[in-house]
């Protein structure tokens, strides 16, 4: 089986702007999350999606969303950009519903200037 | 809210030397992950841990989980080169679904 797979893999932007990060998950994981990594925050997780709906979701802005489509590819936008989401975006999908193992994608490096 | 701590933060070890790696979580955990991610990589799934005091082994790799399922240990027995990496341990955040809560992590650096 391929694994989970995210595009873009790098991502430069300027403040302000917005961007859309996509993340194709394992073929039957309908569970996928989104988890920003940085250095001084860690590993955080911004939402899930299970079957097209928001099951859970971090404390994060508004600015950031995301959504799921009907053959479980996701997406993340964040909007109105600032320097502090300069972050690796990590993706992550399951084959459960609760409590499983995760499977993460490569990340999208995204900086902004 | 939640929270999972890690320490220590960074171990450097001379290679065959053992390594461990300590998670305590604020609240009592239904289960802990462990993940390891490599430099420039990401995080890949180690193991899961459920009962209370339960001990798994990987090859060099010990885990084990506390009594009160608030605390977490994974031991390396004789490291190798190739076990460098973070080493993260996980617990289901609030909310349920397939949402974790990460803990600080810890950096392992292992010389020759």
């Known amino acids: 089986k391929a694994g989970v797979t995210q595009t873009p893999r790098y991502l430069i932007k300027t403040r302000g702007q917005q961007v859309t990060l996509s993340c194709s998950p394992i073929s039957g994981h309908r569970s996928v999350s989104w988890y920003q990594q940085t250095p001084g925050q860690g590993l955080q997780f911004l939402f899930e999606?299970?079957?097209?709906?928001?099951?859970n979701k971090g404390n994060f802005p508004g600015r950031f969303s995301g959504r799921q489509f009907s053959n479980s590819r996701s997406e993340m936008n964040v909007s109105t950009l600032e320097l502090g989401d300069s972050a690796l975006y990590l993706c992550a999908s399951s084959s459960t519903n609760w409590d499983n193992e995760q499977f993460f994608g490569p990340g999208t490096r995204l900086t902004v200037l | 809210g939640q929270q999972v701590m890690q320490i220590p933060q960074y171990q450097h070890v001379q290679e065959g030397e053992d390594f461990t790696t300590y998670c305590n979580s604020s609240t009592t955990l239904s289960n802990i992950q462990w993940y390891k991610q490599r430099p420039g990589g990401h995080p890949v799934f180690l193991i899961q841990l459920v009962k209370s005091g339960e001990v798994k082994k990987q090859k060099r790799l010990t885990f084990q989980f506390g009594e009160a399922k608030k605390n977490s240990s994974l031991h390396i027995t004789a490291t190798q080169t190739t076990d460098v990496g973070t080493y993260f341990c996980?617990?289901?955040?609030?909310?349920?679904?397939?949402?974790?809560?990460f803990g600080t992590g810890t950096q392992l650096k292992v010389e020759l």
């Open positions: 996980a617990g289901p955040g609030a909310g349920g679904g397939n949402k974790l809560t």
């Open positions: 999606y299970f079957s097209e709906t928001q099951r």
